[in-house]
Each structure stands twice: as structure tokens, then as C-alpha cells.
């Protein structure tokens, strides 16, 4: 026997009713208040994104676009921000698979159970009361009364609520960064990023250069991986670029000096992070330059020591071998470094600065 419509009617629209009303109790207060002016700057940074989805330039404004619209709403800095985004960017790439989300702009990856509280009963849950009443990470950052951990919005003003329940002086910001990844080496890194972020006032810093001056003599080929005996036996973890004494060596990125002085093997060397959370080693120098110290940000091109034949030894051993520059590289995978054959990325630095300088010249001369 059918049912009156009256009675389908109200049937059909008493989820609907339902759903509403979850919903608007699910809203905090301040996103609702904001609700408008959040909305309209969400949407305006999905369209500088889509506009131009292959443009670098074009992502770098949205990003920080968004870092700066949290900034205000929530009064964490923009450039720690941007520093956990890139760390984040940066895990991903090395563990792609354990890291799956959403295309968005954020890097940012939180787990269901961390969003919506471990003792929560759904994982997935996207409303923000019952998320806050299970201790959850997620919040509602965009007014929409939902909280989306696929959500550029939802994401970076939950990560930014989080970091001021801390407070804001640079103690309390590790102290957060390290209650949540329980990893010294992450607040380390984020610490960097900052740094380089804040001193340049920009995203785009990924300018490189070829450790040694093009002027020069050098030669070098790919020896990753080859065997050496020194010390015990172990893979040659870099290329050799064989030069004279006293040759410039550059750093090849913007980065932060994270180690400084002897190590047996490389002799006197200098290690700088940079924000792709590579490790960027030089060994076997002769010296270093005076005014860089462990701490201190470089830019591509500077000059940070210069070739020689140092280690194999206690400190000051010199000339076991010809004088060259030992250039390794590592990625860090969130515990350790590992190691990956430069080579490439070498040879594709010098092509790039070799084609800038030639049309800086063909340009020079035609003005």
C-alpha cells in the first residue's frame, strides 16, 4: 500500500533537516563570524591556482597567499607556516606511498585518527564538535561548518591553532614543533626553513649553482658508489671534481650552514641544508671562509671554503691525495639522511649557468 505524499515528503526531507542542523551545530563561533571574508579569500586562491596550474610562480603566490591569510586570522607568522608546509613537502617526497592526499596546494599530510582524535569511532569524521570532543586536530578554517583534512584552509588553520595553544616566542614554537612530531631532527629542519624564509621574505628560493667557479679548471665524472677502503670498506658517497689548490668552492643553494670543521674522512668540510631538505656536503677543502659560521644562511654562488687535500687522518692531514672537491648530497627521510648520486644534478647546474652567463654576454653586448 503507497504512503500518503505527505508522508514521503516529510520522510525525504527529514535527513536533509537532520544534516543542517548537524551542521550549523557544528560550526565554531569564529569561523562563522569570519565565514565571508574567508570564504572569499579561499576562493580566490583556488582560482590563482587553477589559472595557471603549470606556473611555479603562480603556486608560490597562492601559498603564500593562504599563509598569510592564516597569519592574520589565527597570529602565527607566515614563514613558520610555510616552514612546516615545506617540511611536510619534504616527508612526502620521501615516503610517497605512506603519504597519498588530495591535489592542493598545502603539503601538509594528517592521518584520520590524528584529525579526528584517536578515541574517535570514525576516522574520517568532518565535524568539527564531535572532532573537538575527541581531542582531534581537525578544525573548520574555511566557515563552510566542516573540517576537511583535504582542505587547504582546514589544514593550515588547524596546524596554526595547534602551534598557539604554545605560544609564540621561538622556544615555545619548537616546543610545539616537537610535541607534535616527537622528532628533534623536524624541529631542527623547520627551524632552518624559517629562517631562510623569514630573512628573504619569500618562497622562491630554489635558485642553484655549480660548486665551482665555471672560469676555472676542473674536471669530474661520476664515481657514486665506487668502492673506498680508507677507514674500512664503503661506497664513495659523491662525485670528486678535480681542481687546483685554492679554487673557490661555492655553495650550490640558499641554505643554513648545519655543520662546520673536521670529520677524518672529508677533512675539513662544511655541510648546508637547504629547503628541499637536502643535505649538500664539501669535503677535502683547504679552508674556509672566515666570515661563514655554523648557523648562518648562504645564497648560490657564495663562496664558502676553497679545494684541497684535506683527511685521511687526524686533524690538519693534507695531501693523501690530489687536491679536489669531494660534492655529496642527501636526502633526509624524516630519521636519517641518505645518500644519492649528485652527478646529475651537477651537470645540469653548469648547463643552466653556462646558458645564463652566455646570454648575459649575447644581452651586455647588444646593449
Known amino acids: 500500500m503507497p504512503y500518503p505524499k505527505r508522508t514521503v515528503r516529510a520522510v525525504c526531507l527529514l535527513p536533509l533537516l537532520l544534516c543542517v542542523t548537524t551542521l550549523t551545530m557544528a560550526c565554531p563561533l569564529p569561523a562563522q563570524a569570519l565565514a565571508r571574508p574567508l570564504q572569499t579569500s579561499s576562493q580566490s586562491i583556488q582560482q590563482a591556482h587553477i589559472a595557471t596550474p603549470n606556473s611555479q610562480s603562480s603556486l608560490y603566490t597562492s601559498r603564500l597567499a593562504l599563509y598569510r591569510s592564516v597569519e592574520a586570522l589565527t597570529g602565527i607568522p607566515w614563514y613558520r607556516l610555510a616552514a612546516i608546509d615545506q617540511y611536510e613537502r619534504t616527508l612526502t617526497i620521501a615516503h610517497p606511498k605512506d603519504r597519498k592526499h588530495a591535489e592542493r596546494v598545502t603539503g601538509i599530510f594528517v592521518t584520520g585518527p590524528v584529525w579526528s582524535g584517536l578515541m574517535n569511532p570514525d576516522p574520517e569524521d568532518r565535524h568539527p564538535r564531535s572532532i573537538s570532543f575527541f581531542s582531534g586536530l581537525g578544525q573548520d578554517g574555511s566557515g563552510d561548518g566542516i573540517a576537511d583534512r583535504d582542505d587547504d584552509r582546514d589544514l593550515l588553520f588547524s596546524i596554526a591553532s595547534y602551534l598557539g595553544k604554545y605560544g609564540s616566542t621561538e622556544d615555545e ?3 610545539a614543533v616537537w610535541e607534535y612530531y616527537h622528532n628533534s631532527r623536524a624541529v631542527q629542519r623547520i627551524q632552518q626553513f624559517a629562517k631562510l624564509y623569514r630573512t628573504y621574505g619569500k618562497l622562491e628560493l630554489g635558485t642553484q649553482a655549480f660548486p665551482l667557479p665555471l672560469g676555472s679548471i676542473y674536471s669530474y665524472r661520476s664515481t657514486w658508489g665506487s668502492r673506498r677502503s680508507w677507514g674500512g670498506y664503503r661506497i664513495h658517497e659523491g662525485t670528486d671534481l ?3 689548490y685554492g679554487v673557490p668552492v661555492r655553495s650550490t643553494c640558499y641554505g643554513v650552514v648545519e655543520m662546520k670543521g673536521w670529520n677524518p674522512f672529508g677533512g ?19 679552508g674556509f671562509d672566515k666570515t661563514v659560521h655554523n648557523g648562518d644562511i648562504v645564497t648560490p654562488g ?16 693534507q695531501g693523501k691525495f690530489p687536491p679536489h672537491l669531494h660534492y655529496g648530497i642527501y636526502r633526509d627521510s624524516g630519521w636519517m639522511d641518505w645518500s644519492f648520486d649528485p652527478y646529475p644534478l651537477l651537470r645540469q647546474w653548469e648547463q643552466t649557468e653556462r646558458k645564463a652567463l652566455k646570454t648575459s654576454k649575447v644581452k651586455g653586448t647588444s646593449t
Open 242 to 244: 678535480f681542481a687546483g
Open 173 to 175: 614554537f619548537s616546543i
Open 268 to 286: 675539513w668540510r662544511i655541510g648546508i641544508r637547504d629547503l628541499s631538505n637536502r643535505y649538500h656536503y664539501y669535503a677535502h677543502l683547504s
Open 302 to 317: 657564495q663562496i664558502v671554503g676553497w679545494v684541497g687535500s684535506s683527511g685521511y687522518g687526524k686533524p690538519g692531514t
